[in-house]
């Protein structure tokens, strides 16, 4: 019996048939890696807010007013903070005993929020507990992770204020704000740093027309004109006085 062979229509029906089945096949692959970029993202963005929260509630915990010799205890504005802490420095261990500063309890902490790189900065030091005692050679900021906006706030016990140094008031705020954004604010366009995929939140679908990510972030926007953050803590600080620092009034004669 005579065999016959595939026709020409039939072998390009089948070459275009791999062809989609391929196709379809690098579509669920990209679009796999895609999840896997915006998963780590978003990962590395709460990781970040998290490692923040936690690392300055413990140096809070233990701060100090400051004095003259070694500056404040507590100096900040919205984006950058310096606290001084009464803690073991743990992470000097392994230059030995012979380090006067290994000994010493009193950690100076920086936290910041670089504009430039959009990354959430710290740096940890031992700070000199005498005059003498030469200063711990700066290691430089270490990135904790991304994110589009950090704010801090400090509570004088009557209102939030934008900047805060313990030792010009000669107190301790009695509560810090940690303000966390992950996405641009609407009308604010991303920096170039943030203008991928990856930005788009992981429920949201930007497809069919319709920008979801937007439309939440808009509802989301409270009295003041601003998103509310993905990360939010108020930190009180247990030292901290609640008195008022008015001077006394003299009693109606």
């Known amino acids: ?7 020409l ?6 070459i275009a048939l791999v062809g989609m089945l391929l196709g379809s096949m690098f579509a669920f692959m990209l679009e796999m890696l895609s999840t896997r970029r915006r998963a780590l993202d978003y990962t590395a963005r709460q990781l970040a807010a998290a490692t923040l929260i936690e690392r300055l509630e413990r140096d809070l915990a233990t701060c100090l007013v400051g004095d003259r010799g070694h500056g404040a205890g507590i100096e900040g504005d919205g984006t950058h903070l310096l606290v001084l802490s009464r803690s073991v420095a743990a992470h000097l261990a392994e230059r030995g005993p012979g380090d006067p500063a290994v000994l010493g309890d009193l950690q100076q902490t920086e936290y910041r929020f670089n504009e430039q790189t959009g990354e959430i900065e710290a740096r940890r030091t031992a700070h000199p507990a005498a005059p003498d005692v030469a200063p711990t050679v700066d290691a430089g900021f270490a990135t904790l992770g991304p994110a589009f906006r950090l704010r801090f706030r ?6 939030w204020q934008d900047a805060f140094d313990s030792l010009a008031e000669d107190r301790l705020p009695t509560a810090v704000e940690v303000a966390v954004w992950f996405d641009p ?11 991928e995929p990856q930005r788009e939140r992981l ?3 930007a497809g069919g027309g319709f920008d ?3 439309a939440a972030r808009r509802t989301d926007l409270d009295l003041s004109g601003e998103p509310r953050p993905d990360r939010f803590r108020v930190i009180l600080i247990p030292d901290a006085s609640t008195e008022d620092r008015e001077p006394d009034r ?4």
């Open 1 to 7: 019996m005579r065999r016959r062979g595939f026709t």
């Open 9 to 14: 229509i039939e072998v390009l029906i089948s």
């Open 154 to 159: 400090y509570h004088d016990s009557n209102r």
């Open 185 to 195: 604010w609407p009308g604010e366009e991303p920096l170039a740093r943030m203008a």
């Open 203 to 205: 429920t949201f679908d």
């Open 212 to 214: 979801d990510a937007e």
């Open 250 to 253: 003299e009693p109606p004669s």
